[in-house]
């Protein structure tokens, strides 16, 4: 099997080096990323009975791209893991961490139009909605059908996609069970453009996603039942019969629920001077027939004050579930949830809210004001440091039923603490890069409770990492 997909592999790079169409490039690149991480709080607080641990991720790729005037081409191999997952001494691996990362072709009709077909990654503006999940060692990329269209007078261009998504193997989509933690049916629309000379970039995207209803399983227990033997009006005897326990698992596979997510990005950038809006809206129904009505916004205003520092200050606003108001929980889903977005970039680098505010819009909701100083102290070097506060919009939180008479929801206070992260960059040479940081979470008992701790018992998060990049470029044949 390694013998075949090499031998296809040498194939394929050497029809694309050698073809002959003159116009034509191929080129080889990759990336090396291992990153060493010190864990103690980072995703989840901590309280007295857990410890700080070190651990090494690695992520490497190798890609294969090849462009024409007219088809476009790239496929990218994958090897993600954390390091000591598979045994040094042995030729088979215990799990699986080799994939295709990206794997897609684009064909231009014209100079203004194509249509792209594969596995890709997508982002569009700040990866609010759609992004690469680059710090993830996994990353992201959807099978999706994209038409792509560019209009370069008009400083306009525009994507629409769509994915039908199936389980192998195949079966009429629409019935199909697809039990996959993943949307079955997705589309979306972009368009954007630039005015005032490009100083002004607007943009605006709706998308539709389609969940199928998750399977339900009923457990009837065992039982015995006693029969009883009667000779007339006299009873003489009885036997009993055990009946074990039995499941089921009912599909729904033709209960498909569609959430619907628009909004509208602008951006201004004029001399020192950067401006950033954005907000969204969902509607539609949450994947277990709830109505959805949740909305975003946010946007940061910042302003080059000298040659090497930039000071800059935002706001962002996700709404959530108001715990206390039981009566519309039944009915209506509150929290945005933004599923394919590249989360690290936002809500601080510990990751802290990445799960809360994922794919799942039963969460509470968020307020994030931040700060954000940049000194750039050459080309190569540069250093961040951010400081972040956070708030829920209610002060309420889910609360476990244990007798009785209990609320499902406490009232708590809306502070959630504050994250400070500290971050150095250095490029030595083109492609290499080193980044480190240092970061530490100031908690409260709201966010100790969120995180399932009990009030008063968390310890300070901290979280540090060192990772290197190195993104070689092997091969490019001439452009002739």
């Not at 015995?224 to 003489?236: A, E, F, L, P, R």
């Not at 009946?243 to 089921?248: E, L």
């Amino acid at each position: 099997m390694k013998t075949t997909f090499t031998r296809a592999l040498c194939l394929f790079v050497l029809t694309l080096a050698f073809a002959g169409n003159a116009a034509a490039q191929f080129t080889i690149s990759g990336e090396f990323r291992p990153r060493a991480e010190y864990r103690n709080g980072y995703y989840k607080l901590g309280d007295s009975t857990m410890t700080g641990y070190g651990t090494i991720l690695g992520r490497s790729r190798i890609s294969f791209g090849y462009n024409s005037e007219k088809l476009q081409t790239l496929i990218s191999l994958q090897h993600a893991f954390t390091f000591g997952e598979n045994n040094y001494a042995s030729d088979s691996i215990s799990k699986n961490t080799i994939n295709i990362y990206e794997g897609w072709l684009r064909y231009y009709f014209t100079k203004g139009f194509a249509v792209r077909i594969g596995r890709m990654g997508l982002t569009y503006d700040d990866m609010r909605i759609f992004g690469l999940s680059n710090w993830s060692q996994w990353g992201a990329t959807h099978d999706i059908v994209n038409l792509e269209w560019n209009v370069p007078s008009a400083k306009y261009v525009g994507d629409y996609g769509f994915a039908i998504n199936n389980a192998a193997p195949a079966t009429v989509p629409y019935l199909g069970d697809y039990t996959l933690k993943n949307y079955k049916y997705m589309s979306y629309l972009y368009n954007q453009m630039k005015f005032l000379k490009e100083k002004l970039v607007v943009s605006v995207l709706g998308v539709v996603d389609a969940y199928q209803m998750a399977n339900t399983t009923t457990t009837t227990p065992a039982k015995t039942v006693t029969t009883w033997v009667t000779n007339g009006s006299d009873t003489v005897g009885s036997f009993t019969t055990k009946i074990a326990a039995t499941t089921a698992t009912q599909t729904h596979n033709l209960t498909i629920y569609a959430r619907g997510t628009a909004g509208a990005t602008a951006g201004f950038y004029w001399k020192n001077l950067s401006v950033f809006v954005n907000g969204f809206y969902q509607t539609g129904k949450y994947k277990d027939g709830r109505n959805m009505n949740a909305y975003f916004m946010g946007g940061w205003v910042s302003y080059r004050v000298v040659k090497p520092l930039t000071l800059l200050i935002g706001y962002e606003r996700l709404s959530g579930n108001n715990a206390s108001d039981t009566t519309k929980l039944k009915t209506e889903v509150r929290g945005f949830a933004t599923p394919f977005s590249t989360k690290h970039q936002f809500y601080g680098y510990m990751d802290l809210y990445t799960s809360y505010l994922g794919q799942d819009a039963l969460h509470n909701g968020l307020n994030d004001l931040y700060g954000r100083a940049t000194v750039r102290f050459s080309e190569k070097t540069s250093l961040e440091a951010t400081y972040r506060w956070f708030t829920l919009p209610y002060g309420y939180l889910p609360a476990k039923i244990v007798k009785k008479g209990d609320l499902p929801y406490q009232s708590v206070s809306k502070q959630l603490g504050s994250e400070i992260d500290l971050m150095f960059l250095y490029k030595p040479i083109p492609n290499l890069e080193l980044n480190a940081a240092y970061c530490l979470y100031l908690n409260s008992n709201s966010k100790e409770i969120m995180d399932g701790l009990k009030a008063g018992t968390g310890r300070m998060g901290q979280y540090a990492y060192v990772m290197l990049t190195y993104k070689p470029n092997f091969f490019t044949s001439e452009k002739k």
